[in-house]
């Protein structure tokens, strides 16, 4: 089957040798520090049975932009093009949007294949968009180097306000559109691995972008807002944007809903959140948080202490589903063993937590999923 997956991306972009178009993005950081981002669309070829996934080559599409323009004419902007395409798939098929971001040690075309994987295997009828950042791909099978996951993790940080400046513009897309144009349909959030830490710095830009939307619904002033550069969050700087969101095998300390400085204002962003993790995750035990010198992870047990975090927050246990046989390092569990996908797609149909099949409750807001083998 053929998927087409709409994306949003902060990398280098490579031109042909006349400089007139963009043929493929690269593994660091875009112009002006990774700031500026690109939207277009690409298709992947996508054979479940025979577990393939390849990007059609010649159906990568940049978005034309024209930012320069004469006096009395409007900018051309990409995230119109892609916005336009999302929103008429959605108001003519009622179906919802999947945003993904990806983790640590993917090209630019990993994570477009990676991206049309997940849409035909979750099986949904949902569009797929994904913000792809600058990541170095390591060779099949090759052991991640230490300097190559140092470079992920900063330019993972560093793609946080791109990621930030994406959802803005969203919401000003939105918010230009009349009510009779506007798809009323859900766009989900997937981060996986290193994408939640990308997750985090996106949400510290949020809170200290003013978002006029928000300051007048909230009776605050624009002028009072927190700018950016300064150390204090300002959770009125946030909207709903999102219904479900999902992190997987989230490479994000584990008292990430506690701190302020982390992920503790992330619920304002959807209706809920699903924490999926495993303690048998070797990427997270032993690569990130052994190696690396991070401390315990989210997406190895979950939160630390549900008790203290916002109650849209859900934790749900991985570790009786995965196998080493099917996923060596047991860190793809979401894309790789049904059990855990349908899980995943329950929740994001809207069935509450509490009624999901295949279940078992553990305490306050802690699920794990059964091995029915």
Same mark, same amino acid.
């Given at each position: ?75 051309? &902007?990409?995230? !119109?093009?892609?916005?336009?395409? /999302? +929103? ?8 919802? *949007?999947? @945003? ?97 830490? &990308?997750?985090? !710095?996106?949400?510290?830009?949020? /809170? +200290? ?8 619904? *909230?009776? @605050? ?153």
């Amino acid at each position: 089957m053929k998927i087409k997956v709409y994306f949003a991306t902060n990398r280098q972009p490579f031109t042909e040798p006349t400089g007139s178009r963009i043929v493929g993005f690269g593994s660091e950081l875009g112009p002006i520090g990774g700031l500026n981002v690109r939207y277009g669309s690409a298709d992947v070829e996508v054979n479940l049975k025979a577990r393939t996934n390849v990007m059609v080559a010649s159906s990568l599409n940049v978005a034309d932009e024209q930012l320069i323009f004469p006096e009395g004419a409007t900018p051309q &902007l990409g995230s !119109n093009t892609i916005f336009d395409a /999302l +929103r008429n798939d959605m108001l003519a098929s009622k179906r919802p *949007t999947i @945003a993904f971001i990806h983790g640590f040690s993917n090209s630019f075309i990993n994570a477009i294949e990676r991206a049309g994987w997940i849409s035909a295997f979750y099986g949904m009828d949902a569009n797929m968009f994904v913000f792809t950042w600058p990541s170095i791909a390591s060779p099949l099978g090759v052991p991640l180097p230490y300097s190559d996951y140092a470079h992920d993790r900063g330019t993972a940080s560093a793609s946080g306000p791109a990621v930030a400046r994406t959802i803005r513009r969203l919401h000003d897309y939105v918010d230009s559109l009349p009510e009779e144009l506007r798809c009323q349909q859900s766009i989900h959030l997937l981060c996986h691995s290193m994408g939640n830490y &990308l997750l985090r !710095n996106a949400l510290q830009a949020l /809170l +200290r972008l003013p978002d006029p939307v928000v300051a007048t619904q *909230t009776g @605050a002033a624009i002028s009072a807002m927190v700018p950016i550069g300064q150390n204090e969050p300002n959770p009125s700087a946030l909207r709903r944007t999102f219904d479900k969101i999902v992190l997987a095998a989230a490479d994000e300390d584990a008292d990430a809903f506690d701190d302020p400085a982390k992920l503790k204002f992330l619920p304002r962003l959807g209706q809920s959140v699903s924490v999926y993790h495993s303690s048998k995750d070797w990427v997270l035990n032993t690569l990130s948080a052994g190696t690396k010198f991070n401390g315990p992870r989210l997406g190895n047990e979950g939160p630390d202490n549900m008790a203290t975090i916002s109650d849209k927050v859900t934790a749900i246990d991985c570790s009786d589903v995965t196998s080493f046989a099917k996923d060596p390092e047991e860190h793809q569990y979401y894309r790789v063993f049904p059990v855990v996908r349908n899980d995943i797609v329950q929740v994001l149909k809207g069935v509450p937590q509490n009624k999901v099949t295949n279940r078992a409750a553990l305490s306050q807001g802690r699920y794990r999923i059964k091995d029915n083998k």
